[in-house]
C-alpha cells in the first residue's frame, strides 16, 4: 500500500504542470492595481480551478486504475473484490459531489452578481474591473 501511495504523489506531482507566472490573485504587485474585495473571489477561482482541472481528474483517474486492477486480480477472493467495488463507488459518488459544488457555487457567484457571464462557455470566470 505504501508503494502505490508513493506512485500517486509521484504521479501527482508530475502531472500538475509547471508553476504559471501570476500569482493566485493578479493585484497589489509591482506595476499591478491595488486589490479590492473582488480580487478574494478571483483567489477563490483560482483555486477552484486548479483543483478541479489539476487534482480532481489526476486523483481520480488514479483511484479507478487501482480500484480496476483490484478489481481485476481479486479472482476469487471476495474480500477483494469488495474492496475494489468500492473503491470505484467511492470515486464516482465523490466525482458527482465535487462537480456538485462546483456547479452549486458558481451558480451562486453568478446570481450575486460577481461573475459576468458575457458567454455560455466562460460561466466559472471571475475577473475585476480595472480600477
Known amino acids: 500500500m505504501k508503494k502505490i501511495l508513493i506512485l500517486a504523489l509521484l504521479f501527482l506531482i ?4 509547471t508553476a504559471q507566472a501570476a500569482g493566485l490573485v493578479p493585484c497589489g504587485g ?16 483560482n483555486i477552484i480551478d486548479f483543483v478541479m482541472i489539476k487534482l480532481v481528474p489526476t486523483i481520480a483517474v488514479l483511484m479507478l486504475i487501482i480500484g480496476g486492477v483490484m478489481f481485476f486480480f481479486a479472482g476469487a477472493k471476495p474480500d477483494v473484490l469488495n474492496q475494489a467495488k468500492g473503491i470505484i463507488t467511492s470515486v464516482v459518488i ?9 456547479v452549486i457555487v458558481n451558480t ?22 480595472v480600477q
Open 94 to 102: 465523490g466525482i458527482i459531489i465535487i462537480l456538485s459544488a462546483w
Open 108 to 129: 451562486v457567484l453568478t446570481k450575486v452578481g460577481i461573475i459576468d457571464t458575457p458567454s455560455i462557455l466562460e460561466w466559472n470566470k471571475v475577473s475585476c474591473p
Open 14 to 17: 508530475l502531472n500538475t504542470g
Open 30 to 45: 509591482h506595476g499591478e492595481a491595488p486589490c479590492t474585495f473582488c480580487h478574494f473571489f478571483v483567489l477563490i477561482n
